[in-house]
């Protein structure tokens, strides 16, 4: 799967804008500080989500960002789509035309596109209230469970 950097930033930034603004405006340099992301990067990215309609920009002394609607409206695959980021898992062009040199497509073709299909649609049901609430741990929680080996129980020896 290639979920860019740019994808993951700006949910990471996304993330911590909707926990921490709380109604007033929050300075990128904040959000770039405690996410060790590179102010000049964060403000590609907000400029882009901006233009996607998902932030508002508040100039002037405190000054920043504010979320444009709820952090429960706001679903996560807007924010990969607003940074321009389509989650790929193909090295296939998008299209009929396909990765090898004669122009097919690969064997795995139509099994990496539904992959990435797949994650699209997930992702635009995951809110960006979910993430700040950590309600998305709930399915993926019993996989690690059933993946762990229970403790054996050791009896002492008499």
Known sequence: MRLSTKGRYAVMAMVDLAKTSK??????????????ISLSYLEQLFARLRRGGLVRSVRGPGGGY??????????????????????????????????HADKTR?????????????IHLYLSTVSLAD????????????????????????????
């Open 66 to 99: 504010l979320l444009a609607m709820t952090a429960e409206e706001m679903k996560i695959s807007d924010i990969i789509l607003a940074v321009d980021e389509p989650v790929r898992t193909t090295r296939c062009a998008p299209g009929p035309v396909g990765c």
């Open 106 to 118: 690969c064997l795995t073709h139509d099994l990496w596109e539904e992959l990435g299909n797949q």
């Open 131 to 158: 993430v700040c609430e950590r309600r998305i741990l709930g399915s993926s929680r019993a996989f690690v469970r059933d993946a762990v080996p229970a403790p054996v129980a050791v009896q002492a020896a008499e």
């Open 23 to 36: 109604g007033r405006a929050i300075a990128l340099a904040d959000i770039a500080e405690r996410q060790e």
